[in-house]
């Protein structure tokens, strides 16, 4: 089973940035779609972005199009995801999430099924 471990987290005011990495320890990433996952108390997990193992396709859920940035760097064996712009609302565990199966990364890999290994989640706090 693939081991992720997510970190990057943080408490940030409402327009700052925050960078989180998602890193491998039990294998490499170069064969691996990545996608990236929320979920806020209360409420459901929501995908956020996902990119193919190639870094070639990138999908981003609306609510942080334009906001968010994800990139991979499989030399270091790390898939990052760069948010700009934060709001109260981006407030939540972000999870990374890994799956080999398949290529490209259509809507349907912002759905949390369509992954196996899961990380443990780091905490992102959005407020003044």
């Known amino acids: 089973q693939l081991q992720l471990v997510e970190s990057g987290g943080g408490l940030v005011q409402p327009g700052g940035s925050l960078r989180l990495s998602c890193a491998a320890s039990?294998?490499?990433?170069?064969?691996?779609?990545i996608g990236w996952f929320r979920q806020a108390p209360g409420k459901e997990r929501e995908g956020v972005s996902c990119?193919?193992?190639?870094?070639?396709?990138?999908n981003y859920a609306d609510s942080v199009k334009g906001r968010f940035t994800i990139s991979r760097d499989n030399a270091k064996n790390t898939v990052y995801l760069q948010m700009n712009s934060l709001k109260p609302e981006d407030t939540a565990v972000y999870y990374c999430?890994?799956?080999?199966?398949?290529?490209?990364?259509?809507?349907?890999?912002?759905?949390?099924?369509?992954?196996?290994?899961w990380g443990q989640g780091t905490q992102v706090t959005v407020s003044s």
């Open positions: 990119i193919s193992s190639s870094g070639g396709s990138t």
């Open positions: 039990s294998d490499t990433l170069d064969d691996y779609i």
């Open positions: 999430a890994a799956d080999r199966s398949g290529a490209g990364c259509g809507t349907w890999r912002l759905r949390a099924t369509a992954y196996v290994d």
